[in-house]
């Protein structure tokens, strides 16, 4: 666990040493008070003459001792402090880098709350581990073992009874970690579960509110965050048991040293200024000791998350080559292609497990270059799943995906991204203007070129009512514009990018009849001489395609013209006549409301 934490510390590993030994000379001058007292007490029980002058001056050593290991302490804590957050640093950029590397679906599908968890709680969390416990709980260690060495020299036999109280503690200490350890794994994925929920709660607050849905009526809301307060509550039930038993033993370093030992010496088997001796040197690490083992009920948090960084960190890239796009044409091929989903679950350990949910199944089809290809099928078939494939959000598991004989991972994402355009049904706008969200199609546009795409898309009839034109901010994800107009926008920025390829996954479907008629002149001068790849669930809309492609259930049940189909094939006969009662259904509400 720590190896892999202490990789990204970097240049900042000497200063953690430094820290440690710093910190460690600090405990040690916690230690040289009680030997001072020692040597005050040890003459007085003895009935030996000690002078005014000699109490004085052990006095002021003391507070020296105690002033320097203030000083030392802090000087220490500041070093490991600055190390630490330099190392967060270091690990934040690797994760920000591999996020880079990462598919794009991989990284949606953890949520925004996980995302945010893993860069901002779980990144934060190793402030323990690198600040505190590495330089404090080594020193806080090394020191109590100093000691016992020490104690042994003196005499053996006491110091076996300064030790007797360890091993119960320590066992105490290990069945907490055990326990904590398998409540650890609900628990984190409560935690992800959660703040994915809160977000998504934020997020739909309008919603909530139009419905007069407070957080109270909130269902899932309300249910997340019961289920990680029960989860915590359960840890720290099964936990803390232990963690108060082994808190309340281990510095106890005398509960048998006192009476026992004076026994001994009662016997003549000890000395009286060894037994002084003995105690106040284990009175002196009673609070190391408890500092050096006070970490460890963080460990199975640590542990569990330090095991969610790392399956990002190691996680397969996006297979990809620094290679131009060179295919012949812009023909999509689609050969024998199956991909699963992946979802983190907690495994038998404890431990974040990866579970795979395969979704297509040995699909081959061909979208040939300039032509329309359109794949239709029930919600949840893998209509987006492939367009997604194409785009390259995942990787298949088995098959491949070319453009023009070229495989996806034989090429760069840039070149890649530059023969495709992809319009969802929702398309993200950025918080500024119009013409900057637009121009993200491509960046070296000039303005006059982004407003000649954005009549192109139908876009300046609303565009010039907003206050400041095409100047105007879109808002927080889009939110002072319209679905239908913020599909337009994407539509503009695709018309913009100009690629060959274009995948249109239900991107008119936020569109009223008059917005959608918009549209599709909008798609027209989009598609134009160019390879598109549609998905729509209004069959009628893609009759004329050159080749319809069925999916059902993640496989590839047919594929040919609409009228071969609508003969041949029982899926897409159904998917039509489903689509007929559908517009029946407008018709005649249309005739009731006249």
Known sequence: MFKKIFEYAGPYKKNMYVATVVVLVSVLLGVFPFVLAYQVIAPLVMGEAITASFIIQHVILVLVCLVLQALFYGWGLNLSHKAAYDTLLRLRTALQKRFEKLPLGVIQ????????????????????????????????????????????????????????????????????????????GPYYMAGQKMNNTIIEYINGMEVVKVFNKDANSYERFRKDISDYRNYTLAWYRAAWPWMAIYSSLLPCT????????????????????????????????????????????TMPQLNYKISALEQVLDAPELQQTNDRFHGIDDTVTYDHVSFAYQTTQPGPDGKPAVVEDEVLHDISFTAKAGQKTALVGESGSGKSTLAKLLIHYYDPQKGSISIGGQKLCDMSLEALNSRISYVAQDQYLFNTSLLENIRLGRLTATDEEVIEAAKKAQCMEFIEKLPQGIHSMAGDAGKMLSGGQRQRISLARAILKDAPIVVLDEATAYADPENEEKMEAAIAELVKGKTLVVIAHKLPAIMNADQICVIDHGKLVAAGKHQDLIRSCPEYQKLWKAAQDSAEWKVHTAKEGA
Not at 132 to 139: K, V
Not at 270 to 294: D, E, F, R, T, W
């Open 254 to 297: 005398i509960i048998l040293t006192l009476p026992v030992g004076a026994w001994f010496v009662l016997c003549g088997w000890s000395a009286l200024p060894n037994l002084i001796l003995v105690l106040c040197l284990s009175l002196s690490i009673g609070m190391p000791l408890l500092k050096s083992l006070g970490f460890l009920p």
């Open 109 to 184: 599908d953890k949520g925004t709350g996980t995302v945010k968890k893993l860069f901002v709680d779980d990144v934060d969390s190793l402030e323990v581990l690198l600040a505190h416990s590495m330089p404090e709980g080594i020193a806080n260690l090394m020191v109590p073992i100093a000691v016992y060495v020490a104690m042994f020299f003196v005499d053996w036999k006491l110091a076996l009874l300064s030790l007797a109280s360890i091993p119960l503690s320590l066992v105490a200490m290990m069945t907490m970690y055990s326990v904590g350890m398998k409540k650890m």
